[in-house]
């Protein structure tokens, strides 16, 4: 029973930062792929950055050279810097088995932190 539960999201002001973490258990890393999406009020859930088992990435663009991500035992983090009010949201972690070649196939979800940015 894999099982991914979120934590870090916070409220800062606009140029701060922030670290997420997802803590997976009953997941293997190896083979497989993480991922972090986001949902704000109103909007559609968007991508935001994912990680293969080779530890390729690939971002959004609106969070391109401003976020990272990355695994370490057992975890799967989003260091998020020079936050703006725009990376308001909900933020949750996602898991898939195979290669990390799209966005699609999640089957695994945390429950989601917030992270709110104020101007």
């Known amino acids: 029973h894999v099982q991914l539960v979120e934590s870090g999201g916070g409220s800062v002001q606009a140029g701060g930062s922030l670290r997420l973490s997802c803590a997976a258990s009953?997941?293997?890393?190896?083979?497989?792929?993480m991922a972090w999406f986001r949902q704000a009020p109103g909007k559609e859930r968007e991508r935001v950055a994912r990680?293969?088992?080779?530890?390729s990435t690939v971002y959004a663009d609106s969070v391109k050279g401003r976020f990272t991500i990355f695994n370490d035992r057992g975890t799967t983090y989003l260091r998020m810097n020079s936050l703006n009010v725009d990376d308001t949201a909900m933020y949750y972690c996602?898991?898939?088995?195979?290669?990390?070649?799209?966005?699609?196939?999640?089957?695994?979800w945390g429950q989601g932190t917030q992270v709110t940015v104020s101007s």
């Open positions: 009953g997941y293997t890393y190896s083979g497989n792929c």
């Open positions: 990680i293969g088992y080779l530890e």
């Open positions: 996602a898991a898939r088995s195979g290669r990390c070649l799209d966005w699609t196939g999640f089957g695994y």
